[in-house]
C-alpha cells in the first residue's frame, strides 16, 4: 500500500521560504500525481496545486499562483512544495495527498501533514 | 475559483440520517462527475469517504452514500454513529484544477 511520508515541522521568519517534501513508498510513483492541500488554524482545507510527475503536468490554485512552486523526483519518489513570501497567515498544516489521475484527481491517500509557523 | 458552499455545520442524533449539500456551479460540480468527500477529525488527516460522486473506497462504511443533481453534490450518512462526528468536505475538478467547499461540522447529539 501507498504511504506518504512528510518532512518535520518548521519555523519560518516573514518573507522567508519553506520548503516540504512527501516520499512516497510502494505502489508506482510515475503512476499517479501528488497534490498539496493546506489547513490554517481552524479553518478548512485548501487545495494549492498538483504534479503528475509523468508527463510532469503542475496545476496551481490561483490564490497561490506565482509563490508555490510544486516539484517532483521520479528517482527518490518524492515530491516537493516550497512556498516563498511567507505571511503570518501562511501558519498552518501542509498536507500531501496520493491523487488518482482518472477520477477527477481525488486524493485517497494522505500524508500526516506538515506543521510549518511562521513568525517573527 | 471560488470555494464550494457547503452548511457550516449538522446535527443529528444516534440512528438517524443526515445530508450535507454542496453546491458549486457548471464549471465544477455541474460539469464533472468528479465530486469527492472527506471525514477529518480534529488532529487528523483527511480521509477519503466518497469518490466520483457516488462510489466508497474499500473500507467506508455503506452507511455513507454521495449523490449529485445539477450543480449541487451531496453527502448523506444513515444511521449516525457517535464516531461520525466530524468536519466533512466536499471537492470538485474543476477544468484542471481542483476546488474545496468549506466545510461542514457534523454534531452527533
Known amino acids: 500500500q501507498v504511504q506518504l511520508v512528510q518532512s518535520g515541522a518548521e519555523v519560518k521568519k516573514p518573507g522567508s521560504s519553506v520548503k516540504v517534501s512527501c516520499k512516497a513508498s510502494?505502489?508506482?510513483?510515475?503512476?499517479?500525481?501528488i497534490s498539496w492541500v493546506r489547513q490554517a488554524p481552524g479553518q478548512g482545507l485548501e487545495w494549492m496545486g498538483r504534479?503528475?510527475?509523468?508527463?510532469?503536468?503542475?496545476k496551481y490554485g490561483q490564490k497561490f499562483q506565482g509563490r508555490v512552486t510544486i516539484t517532483a523526483d521520479k528517482s527518490t519518489s518524492t515530491a516537493y512544495m516550497e512556498l516563498s513570501s511567507l505571511r503570518f497567515e501562511d501558519t498552518a498544516e501542509y498536507y500531501c495527498?496520493?491523487?488518482?489521475?482518472?477520477?477527477?484527481?481525488?486524493?485517497?491517500?494522505w500524508g500526516k501533514g506538515t506543521t510549518v509557523t511562521v513568525s517573527s | 475559483q471560488s470555494a464550494l458552499t457547503q452548511p457550516a455545520s449538522v446535527s443529528g442524533s444516534p440512528g438517524q440520517s443526515i445530508t450535507i449539500s454542496c453546491t458549486g456551479t457548471?464549471?465544477?460540480?455541474?460539469?464533472?462527475?468528479?465530486v469527492s468527500w472527506y471525514q477529518q477529525h480534529p488532529g487528523k488527516a483527511p480521509k477519503l469517504m466518497i469518490y466520483?460522486?457516488?462510489k466508497r473506497p474499500s473500507g467506508v462504511s455503506n452507511r455513507f452514500s454521495g449523490s449529485k443533481s445539477g450543480n449541487t453534490a451531496s453527502l448523506t450518512i444513515s444511521g449516525l454513529q457517535v464516531e461520525d462526528e466530524a468536519d466533512y468536505y466536499c471537492?470538485?475538478?474543476?477544468?484542471?484544477?481542483?476546488?474545496f467547499g468549506g466545510g461542514t461540522k457534523l454534531t452527533v447529539l
Open positions: 495527498a496520493r491523487s488518482i489521475r482518472w477520477g477527477g484527481y481525488y486524493m485517497d491517500v
Open positions: 510502494g505502489g508506482n510513483f510515475s503512476s499517479y500525481a
Open positions: 504534479i503528475t510527475p509523468i508527463p510532469g503536468i503542475i
Open positions: 457548471s464549471s465544477d460540480v455541474g460539469s464533472y462527475s468528479f
Open positions: 466520483e460522486g457516488s
Open positions: 471537492c470538485s475538478y474543476a477544468d484542471t484544477i481542483t476546488v
